[in-house]
């Protein structure tokens, strides 16, 4: 499940059942690169939480989301945003039919399931939604709700799992010290030419040949460095070539939608790009 918003969490919570589907899903795929399952597994073993670093569209969600299945627990997933509140996380009284009623919020309701509660893009929401986690992510494993003065025990299957982008990171927009230390971290970058093209192989349908050029594409564009790009192509920018590929679109044309006028607004740097395009993969 996910949360978007603040007006989205209290309409989800509003309307949502008390427990979280436990039932174990479908495992996504996810091509591992170096270990990362392996530690994963047993940071969830030993109560740790895990922050995971890394570019736009490397994996992080989809790593996270294997987990899960492959751990067996439920997941519950919100999007951090500039107004995303303590209060948003935990939960908040609710007027309805004349009475006033406590919601938990996901991360409060996924401490009671025993689920893993992941922040995508942690550092986004506000100063105040971080050191809420504080007590959950150190040795006490506590939730305090001051609202209700309830001071909620994690189970031993709860795991907390944070991720941002670290090219993002400003002084403004950054994890603090007594946070960060609090985390065991995993440092994910764009996968190896292989990998990469096994996953736009497997995520996409298209050939290996396909695949293969798209990855050189990528390649030569992650090598660009004199034009202002705030990200360079990530691989699920890739998949998403792919699939207009799949679908009968041309791959010059799929990868211009996709990945160049994806990347920049300038005409100048798209032209750029485009010539790389043109230059890996003829028309």
């Known amino acids: 499940m996910e949360f978007s918003s603040a007006r989205h969490v209290a309409a989800a919570l509003a309307g949502a059942p008390a427990a979280i589907d436990a039932s174990r899903p479908a495992l996504p795929y996810y091509a591992e690169q170096g270990g990362e399952v392996a530690l994963f597994a047993q940071a969830h073993r030993q109560r740790l939480p895990v922050l995971i670093k890394g570019p736009t569209g490397c994996g992080k969600t989809r790593f996270v989301e294997h987990m899960a299945a492959r751990l067996g627990r439920p997941l519950v997933t919100v999007s951090c945003h500039d107004d995303l509140s303590a209060a948003d996380l935990v939960g908040r009284h609710l007027i309805g039919d004349g009475n006033t009623l406590w919601n938990d919020g996901p991360l409060t309701r996924a401490v009671r399931a025993g689920a893993i509660c992941y922040l ?45 982008n670290p090219g993002y990171q400003n002084l403004l927009k950054s994890l603090k010290p007594s946070t960060r230390q609090r985390f065991v971290a995993l440092n994910f970058g764009y996968p190896d030419a292989a990998v990469e093209r096994a996953i736009v192989e497997a995520e996409a349908g298209v050939s290996a040949d396909v695949a293969q050029q798209l990855v050189q594409l990528a390649q030569a ?39 160049v006028d994806a990347l920049t607004d300038d005409a100048d740097t798209a032209a750029a790009l485009a010539e790389v395009v043109a230059a890996v993969i003829p028309g």
């Open 120 to 164: 995508d893009e942690v550092v986004e929401a506000r100063k105040d939604t971080t050191v809420v986690l504080h007590p959950l992510a150190d040795d006490r494993r506590v939730l305090p709700i001051e609202r209700t003065g309830e001071l909620l025990a994690a189970p031993p299957a709860f795991m907390l799992v944070i991720s941002y």
């Open 221 to 259: 564009l992650r090598r660009l460095t004199d034009h202002d790009l705030e990200e360079t192509v990530s691989t699920r920018a890739l998949v998403m070539a792919a699939r207009l590929a799949a679908a009968g679109v041309a791959l010059p044309t799929a990868c211009r939608a996709a990945i």
